[in-house]
T-cell receptor, first 114, second 111 residues
Framework: EAGVTQFPSHSVIEKGQTVTLRCDPI?????LYWYRRVMGKEIKFLLH????????ESGMPNNRFLAERTGGTYSTLKVQPAELEDSGVYFC????????????FGSGTRLTVV | GQNIDQPTEMTATEGAIVQINCTYQ??????LFWYQQHAGEAPTFLSY????GLEEKGRFSSFLSRSKGYSYLLLKELQMKDSASYLC????????????FGAGTTVTVRA
């Protein structure tokens, strides 16, 4: 099966601009997760979708971040307006069940805000 | 939340054995995962422990002691391709879909 696909792989934007990251989960995986790793720190949970519904968005840093999953397939994560501290690697992961045995991760989008 | 600690870096020689330790604190432990991540790539699943003991999978083994809040990942017969970051992640019973990660251990294998 195809893996979790993320686009773009890299993005460099100026402070104040908008960026939209996309994640295509493995087909048939109802659960989709966003995680983020900022420089030198651990990977941290952002939010969890079950199909098109947000189950938990407790990890979202602030209201500049908006995640959507229309139709329960791919998901987007928009950052508007971007700030310097938003730089990092954004990972998407998916699972068929509630991730009992872990997830399949994408390769991530490296976001650099300058 | 969980406090997850693992060493930052380890270096070993090709063919040798390396043990990566991970300690954690959680109120409702519900599983520990090890992931391998090569630079610029996706973290890939290595092992899952929820009961005490050793899980062996080829050259890689993972051990768990829940009473001590301790796990290790053992890499045997090291190969150059094993140079990567190894991530310890813990799940809590209150949130069985969310993983809390350690900062990762970068393993460098030298010839």
């Amino acid at each position: 099966e195809a893996g979790v696909t993320q686009f773009p792989s890299h993005s460099v934007i100026e402070k104040g601009q908008t960026v939209t990251l996309r994640c295509d989960p493995i087909s048939g995986h109802d659960n989709l997760y966003w995680y983020r790793r900022v420089m030198g720190k651990e990977i941290k949970f952002l939010l969890h979708f079950v199909k098109e519904s947000k189950q938990d968005e407790s990890g979202m840093p602030n209201n500049r971040f908006l995640a959507e999953r229309t139709g329960g397939t791919y998901s987007t994560l928009k950052v508007q307006p971007a700030e310097l501290e938003d730089s990092g690697v954004y990972f998407c992961a998916s699972s068929r069940d509630r991730g009992i045995y872990g997830y399949t991760f994408g390769s991530g989008t490296r976001l650099t805000v300058v | 939340g969980q406090n997850i600690d693992q060493p930052t870096e380890m270096t070993a020689t090709e063919g040798a054995i390396v043990q990566i330790n991970c300690t954690y604190q959680t109120s409702g432990f519900n599983g520990l995962f090890w992931y391998q991540q090569h630079a610029g790539e996706a973290p890939t699943f290595l092992s899952y422990n929820v009961l005490d003991g050793l899980e062996e999978k080829g050259r890689f083994s993972s051990f768990l002691s829940r009473s001590k809040g301790y796990s290790y990942l053992l890499l045997k017969e090291l190969q150059m391709k094993d140079s990567a970051s190894y991530l310890c992640a813990v799940r809590d019973r209150s949130n069985d879909y969310k993983l809390s990660f350690g900062a990762g251990t970068t393993v460098t294998v030298r010839a």
